[in-house]
């Protein structure tokens, strides 16, 4: 997944496009994530030929005038314009389970590398569900992470947790004494438009 900025003007998706066709890359999905001031941020799913370097496609991009490749890192398939929909249909065949059902989707549908669902309160903090790759959250862990009654972002810094690189997660409160915490390692930092969509999800969770 490459996270590109570019000038907002006809012509600029068509040559990244062109960029990154011309060192082997396949765009498989491209999508929107925020637009304004003249620039558009663009989220790519690009496949590279077997043995190719990352570098060659982020020096492609910056050869155009204009364009700036913010990120770069493997990620699971199947994030895409219709993965917010295809959430909220399972959430609603399940509303039981529908915050479990969202923190297991989080890392295809938010691109991120883990999502946790916690129980908060009586002064304790634990961890309700979570994804292969989570932090095995505690309630002296999850300090860092406070509060859990409003939507917010955190950057930490690397050893917040021992062994842990700097990360960049989003915090957001559920009903019933709940939050969900979603992070990815080394970045890049939550989007407002993409935790305006997390929060929207999460609103809907019974």
């Not at 003249?38 to 364009?67: K, M, N, R, S, Y």
Request: proline share 7%.
């Amino acid at each position: 997944m490459m996270r590109v900025a570019l000038p907002d003007r006809p012509g600029s998706l068509g040559a990244v496009a062109s960029a990154m066709g011309s060192v082997g890359g396949d765009i498989n999905a491209v999508e929107i994530v925020e637009k304004g001031s003249g620039v558009v941020v663009d989220d790519f799913i690009v496949d590279l030929p077997p043995g190719q370097l990352p570098e060659t496609i982020i020096t492609a991009c910056h050869h155009l005038e204009g364009v700036r490749v913010e990120w770069i890192s493997r990620y699971p398939e199947g994030g895409g314009l219709q993965s917010d929909l295809e959430a909220l249909e399972r959430m609603t065949a399940d509303p039981a389970n529908a915050a479990e059902t969202l923190v297991s989707l989080s890392p295809v549908v938010f691109r991120s590398h883990w999502s946790v669902l916690l129980g908060v309160g009586d002064g304790e903090v634990v961890s309700l569900a979570s994804t292969t790759l989570a932090p095995d959250f505690d309630t002296a862990s999850t300090a860092v992470l406070a509060p859990f009654d409003i939507t917010h972002r955190l950057e930490l810094p690397s050893g917040w947790l021992p062994g842990w690189a700097d990360s960049t997660v989003v915090v957001v409160p559920l009903n019933r004494g709940r939050a969900i915490a979603i992070g990815r390692l080394g970045g890049p930092a939550f989007l407002d438009s993409e935790i305006a969509r997390l929060h929207h999800l999460a609103a809907l969770i019974p």
